[in-house]
């Protein structure tokens, strides 16, 4: 069964950091994109980052480059989300998803097909 689980949420301090990973039990998404979300209490879900399959592509929302990194290991089959520099801002669940029909870098939310139940992060000033 297909399934994405994510892990390595929790509570920080502003300035702290956090990696965040997603298991793609299985290992049926390493030929496609994935990406991470997050959606803030109130606000709609947004794309954080995405990756290629080959991981040598990425995207960053604007309000994350230069304090996130996304990477992946198809061996294993995760995907992670290395989180600096945290932000009260950041606070909201984390969502891995993946993109069952491309392989490129894919940043439009309505066309990643699989996704995790989400892990909480919290920044606290």
């Known amino acids: 069964q297909v399934r994405l689980e994510e892990s390595g949420g929790g509570l920080v301090e502003v300035g702290g950091s956090l990696t965040l990973s997603c298991v793609d039990s299985?290992?049926?998404?390493?030929?496609?994109?994935m990406g991470w979300f997050r959606q803030a209490p109130g606000k709609e879900r947004e794309i954080v980052a995405s990756?290629?399959?080959?991981?040598?592509?990425?995207y960053y929302r604007n309000s994350v480059r230069g304090r996130f990194t996304i990477s992946r290991d198809n061996v294993k089959g995760t995907v992670s989300l290395q989180m600096s520099s945290l932000k009260p801002e950041d606070t909201a669940v984390y969502f891995c998803?993946?993109?069952?029909?491309?392989?490129?870098?894919?940043?439009?939310?309505?066309?990643?097909?699989?996704w995790g139940q989400g892990t909480q992060v919290t920044v606290s000033s």
């Open positions: 998803a993946a993109d069952s029909r491309h392989g490129r870098v894919i940043v439009v939310e309505e066309l990643f097909d699989y």
């Open positions: 299985g290992r049926a998404f390493v030929r496609n994109a």
């Open positions: 990756i290629n399959w080959s991981g040598d592509g990425t």
